[in-house]
């Protein structure tokens, strides 16, 4: 019986997942009107990427509002480019500096920057 080569394996995983990261972004950002099909691809896509990102790429445990400012600064985004998500810069200024706690449906406004909701509670 033959054994899987980990290194290998482990190659055409990554492979395999810059694909379907390609295809979900691809997807995500159509300039048309996603038919069924793509609309349940882009979502199988989705919880796929997550979960093997997750898996390979685990975030450490930061504080909520720290992850945003980091995300923030190394997609070279400011404070308003978060307005069409979330809503008020108000409510955003007082999320990043400590003031209001991020809810749970704003966590999940979060997926924008392609990361579990639970990382932002």
Do not use: C, W
């Amino acid at each position: 019986m033959r054994t899987i080569n980990p290194a290998a394996y482990g190659q055409l995983l990554a492979a395999e997942f810059r694909q379907a990261r390609e295809l979900l972004e691809n997807l995500t950002f159509a300039d048309h009107d996603l038919s069924p099909g793509e609309l349940a691809l882009r979502e199988l896509l989705k919880k796929l990427v997550i979960d093997y990102d997750g898996r390979m790429h685990p975030l450490p445990n930061v504080e909520p509002r720290k992850l945003v400012k980091s995300l923030l600064e190394q997609r070279a985004l400011k404070q308003r480019d978060l307005i069409p998500i979330l809503g008020a810069s108000g409510t955003i200024s007082d999320i990043l500096s400590g003031k209001r706690s991020i809810s749970k449906s704003q966590a999940k406004k979060f997926g924008f920057f392609r990361i579990s909701a639970e990382y932002f509670i």
